[in-house]
């Protein structure tokens, strides 16, 4: 099946730092999403965005289907941004594969 | 617009028992997909339905089952648990199959003691 890989695993920063999260993904996709998960445990949908950038406030993510990857760029990061941060995508006939994760943390 | 709506929030159960949780899609989505989250697992895929038809299911073993009304309504059971079966179960909802993006609810956190 298809896999998904996220980088990096951890990421430490101070508050008002950039950041890039990258989600691989080994074959073709008719979905993919950025979650952040909040600490209670709660999904919040970021971006649906199977191909192409968009963008929401300090956050924007781009996808390239054809090179098979995705970007999520966090900018002027705050401490209200540290959590973790999944990608999920489907293929033709199955539900969300998640990838492993990115642990932030946003330190003031 | 509602969300996603999963009852209970939190369960303590004792191995040997039966759970049933329960899942309500925001208003016009059809299908409802289920996920366990576990610190060793990740996010693992449970069983979609739509349309009160299950579309695809997970690894899991067959203790693990689920059904969807003709509200779109679902609850998926686990019986006769396990100390492993202690997770986060999250249900999430799309239109059709992921058209569009899926949303997900809070989840309900069992703890089998």
């Known amino acids: 099946g298809i896999q998904v890989e996220q980088s990096p695993p951890d990421l430490i920063l101070q508050e008002g730092a950039n950041s890039t999260l990258r989600c691989n993904f080994s074959?073709?996709?008719?979905?993919l999403q950025w979650f952040h998960q909040n600490p209670w445990g709660q999904l919040i949908n970021l971006f649906y965005?199977?191909?192409g950038t968009k963008q929401n406030g300090r956050l924007s993510a781009t996808t390239v289907a054809t090179e098979r990857y995705s970007l999520l760029y966090i900018s002027s990061s705050q401490t209200t941004d540290s959590g973790v941060y999944f990608c999920a995508v489907t293929t033709a006939g199955t539900a969300l594969i998640f990838g492993k994760g990115t642990t932030l943390s946003v330190s003031s | 617009k509602a969300g996603v709506t999963q009852t209970p929030r939190y369960l303590i159960k004792t191995r040997g028992q039966q759970v049933t949780l329960s899942c309500s899609p925001i208003?016009?989505?059809?299908?409802v997909s289920w996920y366990q989250q576990t610190p060793g697992q990740g996010l693992q895929f449970l069983f979609e339905?739509?349309?009160?038809?299950?579309?695809n299911k997970g690894n899991f073993p067959g203790r693990f089952s689920g059904r969807q009304f003709s509200n779109s309504r679902s609850e998926m059971n686990v019986s006769t648990l396990e100390l492993g079966d202690s997770a986060l179960y999250l249900c999430?909802?799309?239109?059709?199959?992921?058209?569009?993006?899926?949303?997900f609810g809070s989840g309900t956190r069992l703890t089998v003691v």
């Open positions: 999430a909802s799309s239109v059709f199959g992921g058209t569009g993006g899926y949303t």
């Open positions: 208003s016009g989505h059809r299908s």
């Open positions: 074959d073709s996709v008719n979905n």
């Open positions: 339905y739509f349309s009160e038809t299950q579309r």
């Open positions: 965005i199977p191909s």
